[in-house]
Nanobody, 129 residues
Framework: QVQLVESGGGLVQAGGSLRLSCAAS????????VGWFRQAPGKEREFVAA????????YNTDSVKGRFAISRDAAKNTVYLQMNSLKPEDTAVYYCAAAIRGRHGDSTYYTEVVEYDYWGQGTQVTVSS
């Protein structure tokens, strides 16, 4: 069992930045793909970015297009999502999730909600215009 805790959400003006954090309280991220998803009111949960156990990263380029960056700090057992040039359409609850390596096929990255085994409680990000 992996317990994930997100932090760093809040209210920011358009064009501003936020950094979200996802900490694992009882397990290291070494053998997990860690992803960030977001869900706006009335919409489905959407993949944002993933950090693989290989060290590689993957982004939903359509929605974040170089504005967001995911990174992991192994020493702190934390994964970050740096969000720059925020837009009102980025407003959503952001979720951190962890997928066990190899459980969902041979892919290095997972982008579907059903592929993730553990989820955090979510953190609200609101971008005002």
């Amino acid at each position: 069992q992996v317990q994930l805790v997100e932090s760093g959400g809040g209210l920011v003006q358009a064009g501003g930045s936020l950094r979200l954090s996802c900490a694992a309280s009882n397990r290291t991220f070494g053998d997990y793909c860690v992803g960030w998803f977001r869900q706006a009111p009335g919409k489905e949960r959407e993949f944002v970015a993933a950090s693989s156990w290989t060290g590689g990263t993957l982004y939903n380029t359509d929605s974040v297009k170089g504005r967001f960056a995911i990174s992991r700090d192994a020493a702190k057992n934390t994964v970050y999502l740096q969000m720059n040039s925020l837009k009102p359409e980025d407003t959503a609850v952001y979720y951190c999730a962890a997928a066990i390596r190899g459980r969902h096929g041979d892919s290095t990255y997972y982008t579907e909600v059903v592929e993730y085994d553990y989820w955090g409680q979510g953190t609200q990000v609101t971008v005002s215009s």
